[in-house]
């Protein structure tokens, strides 16, 4: 069974800065795309950012493009999400995924089968 774990959300005031990391049990973390996907209240989950298998390979929604970087270390099976100049729309719940198929989709109802349990990220104006 592949478990996703997410650590570091909390509160922080716009214009600051926040790392999220996602750790993942099992042996086969190399084959997954990973992506971290956010959920506002109210509103649909949001795609946030991938990663290819290998890392060589991102990928950003428009909201995050420029202030978030996503990335990850293969040999402690962990994926990062450093959050920087945060706005208070970035207050979500943010969850990490990872799709098996190796694809690279933005759905969050597509390929990602493993999920994280989230970790609340609020950002105070």
């Known amino acids: 069974q592949v478990q996703l774990v997410e650590s570091g959300g909390g509160l922080v005031q716009a214009g600051g800065s926040l790392r999220l990391s996602c750790a993942v049990s099992?042996?086969?973390?190399?084959?997954?795309?990973m992506a971290w996907f956010r959920q506002a209240p109210g509103k649909d989950r949001e795609f946030v950012a991938h990663s290819s298998r290998g890392g060589t390979r991102t990928f950003y929604g428009n909201s995050v493009k420029g202030r978030f970087t996503i990335s990850r270390d293969n040999a402690t099976n962990t994926v990062y999400l450093q959050m920087n100049s945060m706005k208070p729309e970035d207050t979500a719940v943010y969850y990490c995924?990872?799709?098996?198929?190796?694809?690279?989709?933005?759905?969050?109802?597509?390929?990602?089968?493993?999920w994280g349990q989230g970790t609340q990220v609020t950002v105070s104006a």
């Open positions: 099992g042996r086969t973390f190399t084959r997954y795309t």
């Open positions: 995924a990872a799709d098996p198929s190796g694809g690279y989709s933005v759905d969050p109802n597509s390929r990602y089968i493993y």
